[in-house]
Nanobody
């Protein structure tokens, strides 16, 4: 199985920056999508950004131009650099790892994993 541990959340003023990091451990396969989601109070969990093994990125419209996802496969980490933060970015941010379903199934493991979440609060 896989364990995901996030770090880097905290309190920041509007317009400020934060960098979130996620370290994966356990059964780490080469082909995987890693990314970040967030959930604000009383709202559904939503996509922030993801990156596939070949470097293809997907960003939510609200993330484009302000957030940058990166990953280091040698270290099994995925980071999220956030700038120009707004109060609307306040949420718990979750790291996510996704394996191809058939690959995970053939290995007898779950194909998607979540971290425990890290709180990001943007407030003056």
């Amino acid at each position: 199985q896989v364990q995901l541990v996030e770090s880097g959340g905290g309190l920041v003023q509007p317009g400020g920056s934060l960098r979130l990091s996620c370290a994966a451990s356990g059964t780490i396969l080469r082909i995987r999508t890693m990314g970040w989601y967030r959930q604000a109070p009383e709202k559904k969990r939503e996509l922030v950004a993801t990156m596939t093994s070949d470097g293809t990125t997907t960003y939510a419209d609200s993330s484009k131009g302000r957030f940058t996802i990166s990953r280091d496969d040698a270290k099994n980490t995925v980071d999220l650099q956030m700038i120009s933060l707004e109060p609307e970015d306040t949420a718990v941010y979750y790291c996510h790892l996704l394996y191809p379903f058939t690959t995970a199934q053939s290995m007898g493991i779950v194909n998607n994993y979540w971290g425990q979440g890290t709180q990001v609060t943007v407030s003056s």
